[in-house]
């Protein structure tokens, strides 16, 4: 890690230690602040991200003992370091017990303040690179089981097979709630890159430069509120897989950027002009038609050959409905576990509903309708009764339904507009991208 | 690059600021030279810790010292013999202004005798060179490096010194071209 980037806050009523502690490690070339308090010292830990602090045990008001305790109860990662004038063992053993690192007497032997700093940012990097191997562990056994007995899915499964171990570009396509973050999950638990994180990135949930800043991460003061430096997700990705969920949703500039760093995998954070690198793989997801964006001009033709490399197209449900009954028994086990409840299965009736019903939402429809089948089941089975199929089942919509009137009101908006999609989101008083995410949900097509 | 000026205060042998001088003008390629400044030592005198505080002489040549406010451009490096201190330090072996344009070195701690070791002018010399150069890099603004080798690397004893070299390496060398 930067030296620049690993801040020390020294807290201290003495101005001249303050000054003097600052300047010693702003000579090493570390990021610095100082605090004259205990509560200007909250102050600053709450604003930004500190790696180590130095604090005083003697300063009138809250002492350093006193503090200590405050911060141990919101932030564990801190490394703090006690400063004291007399070091009794009293002090010093109360000071390690409330989660202390070290403690040192003024003056302080600069060689053993230096070593002291070394010493709490190796234990500090151990505890966070065990933190990311658990995350990583925890990641890999819950990163979920692909169910599915289905030829499609047994294809599916072919695929990521067959892909995972390479380093190739993935394109996983399907609807909405089909599972593509599970094959991406898969397809990085197979690959060598098993061991560092997945990292993925939601395009379609946010406005272009939160995106970018999201990607890419910023510099301080790269523009307002952004009061610290923070890493992006391409930087955090290094070594693992970059899982870009809805890319089809990204915007031109971004996806101008995005390409630049696929290719060179390279990049700088936004306001900032150092070159970094970054060793990531991409696999990535849509359920919109690119082919189309592309003819449209609304996606960029040389991103989209970049992406799609090896496609894994996802079946819907209703074109798998062989994998129903096993779906529906596996959430039916997962959520007995959760809410340790002893369901046996489900009623002939139930079952046949299910294997009727088209769910538009795909196996997460499918696992939230188990979810609450469970929740409101009092018996060993769930009955038809319990599960809230009703509408879709029978394929009756009255149209009186909300979704239903806000379907109707955005189609007729578009078609004033003649589909203009800035011109309607702002009728509409709504951004774009929730305007494209609702005629996507929606299904709508301009009338040729 | 910046003129340096050198002012032994309190009595450094004229022999040693002499032989700073040659090095000096090779690693920082400028003029160098020696004046007269004077200071009462005792002022700076902690007769709780017996040493001397950095931190109050850096800040006494920077306010008193004519040439600095005569040629803007100048930077000045106090050359003592007194064990140097800033308070929540035990010791410094010198103390600089990052980015401005004094600095105090004091080669005290540098002689091998401190250590029960014979004299060694020629071991003085380089200890003094390396830690002068040193402090004059911080007020060039460069930070400690992390190459060993390298002079801006951070020496709290002796032999920390003894492992460095009197020039910058590659990065530091070019950071000071730039900041120079």
Request: aromatic share 8%; charged share 25%.
């Amino acid at each position: 890690m930067n030296k620049s980037e690993i801040g020390i806050l020294v807290v201290d009523d003495e101005l001249i230690v303050r000054e003097s502690l600052s300047k010693w490690f702003r000579e090493d070339g570390f990021r610095v602040d100082a605090a004259e308090n205990a509560a200007a010292a909250l102050r600053k830990l709450q604003a930004g991200p500190w790696n180590i602090m130095l604090v005083d045990i003697k300063m009138p008001g809250m002492d350093g003992i006193e503090l200590l305790q405050r911060v141990r109860q919101t932030n564990k990662e801190v490394v703090i370091i006690v400063i004291t004038a007399f070091a009794t063992v009293d002090t010093a053993v109360k000071a390690l017990k409330e989660g202390a690192f070290d403690y040192i007497t003024k003056p302080i032997d600069p060689d053993y303040l230096d070593h002291m700093v070394d010493k709490a940012l190796q234990q500090q990097l151990l505890v966070r690179e065990n933190q990311k191997l658990k995350d990583t562990v925890s990641e890999l056994s819950e990163s979920g089981e692909i169910i599915g007995e289905s030829p499609e899915m047994k294809k599916v499964m072919d695929l990521v097979h067959t892909v995972a171990p390479t380093d190739t570009t993935v394109m996983i396509r399907g609807e909405s709630g089909t599972g593509k973050e599970l094959v991406a999950r898969a397809i990085h638990a197979g690959s060598p890159r098993k061991y560092f994180p997945i990292v993925t990135v939601n395009c379609g949930a946010m406005t272009e430069s939160l995106l970018e800043s999201e990607l890419f991460g910023h510099e301080r003061g790269a523009f307002t509120g952004a009061q610290y430096r923070r890493k992006g997700k391409v930087e955090l990705a290094d070594g693992g897989t970059l899982f870009l969920d809805e890319v089809g949703n990204i915007d031109t500039k971004t996806q101008m950027d995005l390409l630049r760093v696929i290719e060179t995998k390279q990049f700088t954070r936004v306001g900032g002009t150092e070159i970094i690198r970054s060793d990531f793989r991409v696999v990535c997801a849509t359920n919109k038609d690119l082919e189309g964006a592309v003819r449209e001009g609304t996606f960029r033709e040389d991103l989209y050959y970049r992406l799609n490399v090896f496609t894994i197209d996802l079946p819907p449900l209703r074109g798998r409905r062989g994998d129903i009954a096993n779906l529906a028994h596996y959430f039916l086990e997962k959520f007995s576990r959760q809410m340790n409840k002893k369901v046996q299965g489900f009623s002939p009736e139930a079952m046949q509903a299910l294997k009727a019903h088209d769910w538009p939402g795909n196996v997460r429809e499918l696992e939230n309708a188990v979810e609450r089948a469970m929740v409101v089941a009092q018996g060993d089975l769930i009955e038809r009764s319990h599960l809230p199929l009703h509408a879709v089942v029978t394929g009756q919509r009255d149209g009186k339904r909300l979704e239903d009137i806000e379907q109707r009101h955005i189609e007729q908006v578009l078609r004033d507009n003649a589909w203009n999609v800035s011109r309607s989101a702002a009728v509409l008083d709504i951004d774009r991208v929730t305007l494209y995410h609702k005629i996507e949900k929606f299904g709508l097509k301009r009338e040729q | 690059m910046k003129a340096i000026h050198l002012l032994p205060l309190g009595g450094p042998s004229p022999d040693l600021v002499e032989a700073l001088s040659g090095p000096l003008r090779q690693t920082f390629r400028t003029r160098v030279e020696t004046h007269g400044f004077s200071l009462d030592p005792e002022r700076f005198f902690d007769e709780g810790r017996s040493q001397y505080n950095s931190t109050r002489i850096l800040m006494h040549v920077k306010n008193h010292y004519p040439a600095l406010k005569q040629e803007p451009g100048i930077c000045t490096l106090a050359l003592v013999p007194f064990d140097l201190f800033i308070p929540i330090l035990t010791y410094v072996f010198g103390e600089a202004e990052v980015g401005g344009n004094v600095a105090v070195v004091s080669y005290h701690r540098l002689a091998p005798e401190r250590y029960g070791l014979p004299p060694d002018n020629p071991l003085l010399l380089d200890r003094f060179v390396k830690e002068v150069v040193h402090e004059l890099g911080h007020v060039f603004s460069l930070i400690h490096c992390s190459v060993q080798s390298c002079v801006m690397h951070s020496s709290s004893y002796v032999e920390d010194i003894d492992l460095k070299e009197q020039s910058f390496c590659r990065t530091c060398a070019s950071e000071l071209a730039l900041r120079s």
